[in-house]
């Protein structure tokens, strides 16, 4: 008989009291209505790992909906509920918001089609996972609080540090699952077993199969949530760049280039600036040769109007390559003019990937940029007489230009420059 696991004092351990006892709760209300709820997915394997993750999934053998309603209806809160899942997300007073799923179990017309899906058991539900790490539940019925359900050995393979499908044809249902072992391989620092590892790379060619958009949704964690430059060293160890990439870049070259816009972005958060995610995009585009058809075949994987924003001020910026003239040598006003209506982050995908000596003069000037606080503003120009107009932009953008050219300046010097410059008094 397999080993139990009680896991009652791991949780007392390291979850919030807050959470322990909801669990406590959603497990007796779940047992007076003959129902048995379960804590599943993430949060197990996070819990198993001290790893802090306070998304909380619940599968019930029984109805999803019927439980979340009492609970609602025994503690408040509110109800959401999507009757063709039998699922409900119930919000605690407390605004903390809970998953409660009715078990089920998915079964694939055809490889890479969206599942279909019909009530079952907790062991059938925990069978449609990814990963055996991600496919332990914890009991929380009052007779076995506590007790792992662990069918598919995932914690030992936790121990071990594999991730492990829990059938060959995994991959082939559905290809998602290749991009979520690199992640997991990258955020955790774990590595596929070899058989899974084997039947990824069999499979890759079921990626092409795959929407962009749902790419996307995994991809953006791969690029923005963890360390890209490991993301890619896995996608490339496996060879899947050409599965999600159509002209992909030289193996060396999309490397080198990642290590590039990873330091900037962690010279950047050492002032605490931060790029916002559709930096991921950048990172895409990093993979391609760079060219702006490449940026056009990107078009698909965007998820959000910042993605589009991002490439097309990708675009715009490489179409204006030649004109900007960054091999020679740029003072800040130069360059403030050339770049002043971009955001940071397409700015650094552009300076990433453009061949001029001076990057790290590019790169300054973003930092500097990102830093500066304006010393004068719109109601300093009011108080020197002006009247709200066109002009103010001018000027302010000057003033910009004179902080970033000597960052010491007073607010008296710059009124001082400002009045010399646009002949006031
Ligand atoms: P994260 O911390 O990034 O949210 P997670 O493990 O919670 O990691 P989710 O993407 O939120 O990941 O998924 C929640 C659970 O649903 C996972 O633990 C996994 O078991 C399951 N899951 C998600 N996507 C798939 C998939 N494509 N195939 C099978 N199971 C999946």
Redesign the pocket.
């Known amino acids: 008989a397999p080993l139990k696991r009680q896991l009652t004092e791991t949780m007392r351990k390291h979850l919030s009291p807050t959470i322990f006892q909801l669990l406590a709760m959603i497990g007796e209300e779940a047992g007076q209505l003959s129902m048995r709820a379960y804590l599943?997915?993430?949060?197990?394997?996070?819990l198993l790992l001290e790893k802090e993750?306070e998304?909380m999934?619940i599968v019930v053998e029984g109805d999803g909906i019927s439980l979340a309603l009492r609970l609602q209806e025994k503690y408040g809160g509110k109800v959401r509920r999507h009757d063709e899942f039998r699922t409900a997300t119930w919000t605690h007073p407390s605004e903390f918001k809970i998953d409660l799923t009715s078990a089920r179990t998915e079964y694939y017309d055809f490889p890479a089609a969206l599942p279909k899906v019909e009530l079952s058991t907790i062991k059938e539900d925990?069978f449609?996972?990814?990963?055996t790490l991600?496919?332990m539940g914890i009991s929380l019925h009052i007779d076995e609080f506590g007790e792992l359900l662990d069918y598919f050995h995932g914690f030992e393979d936790l121990r071990k540090g594999k991730l492990r499908i829990l059938y060959n044809l995994?991959f082939v249902e559905?290809p998602?699952?290749i991009l979520?072992a690199i992640?997991?391989e990258s955020?955790l620092n774990f590595e596929m077993d070899s058989q899974t590892e084997r039947l990824a790379i069999q499979s890759a060619n079921n990626l092409l199969s795959v929407s962009k958009p749902r790419l996307a949704s995994?991809l953006v964690?791969l690029f923005y949530?963890e360390n890209p430059c490991i993301g890619l060293k896995k996608l490339q160890k496996l060879s899947l760049t050409p599965f999600i990439i159509d002209t992909p870049a030289e193996e060396l070259l999309a490397e080198k280039r990642f290590d590039l816009l990873y330091q900037w972005q962690q010279d950047l958060n050492k002032d605490d600036i931060t790029t916002h995610r559709s930096i991921w995009l950048c990172y895409m585009f990093l993979l391609t040769t760079g060219r702006v058809k490449d940026l056009s075949s990107l078009d698909a994987y965007t998820l959000t109007k910042q993605d589009k924003e991002v490439l097309s001020d990708l675009s715009s910026l490489l179409f204006s390559e030649a004109s900007l003239n960054l091999s020679n040598s740029l003072s800040q006003t130069d360059m403030h003019i050339k770049f002043a209506s971009y955001q940071i982050e397409p700015l650094l995908g552009f300076f990433t990937l453009i061949k001029v000596g001076n990057k790290n003069s590019l790169f300054q000037y973003l930092l500097k940029r990102s830093k500066l606080k304006r010393k004068l503003d719109g109601k300093d120009l009011k108080e020197l007489g002006l009247s709200p107009s066109p002009i103010f932009r001018k000027i302010l953008f000057y003033t910009e230009t004179c902080q970033l050219e000597s960052p010491s300046l007073t607010k008296t010097e710059l009124i001082e420059k400002v009045k010399m410059k646009f002949s006031l008094n």
């Open positions: 599943i997915g993430g949060m197990v394997r996070d993750n998304d999934d925990l449609r996972r990814d990963f991600n496919a995994s559905d998602t699952r979520r992640r997991f955020r995994e964690k949530e």
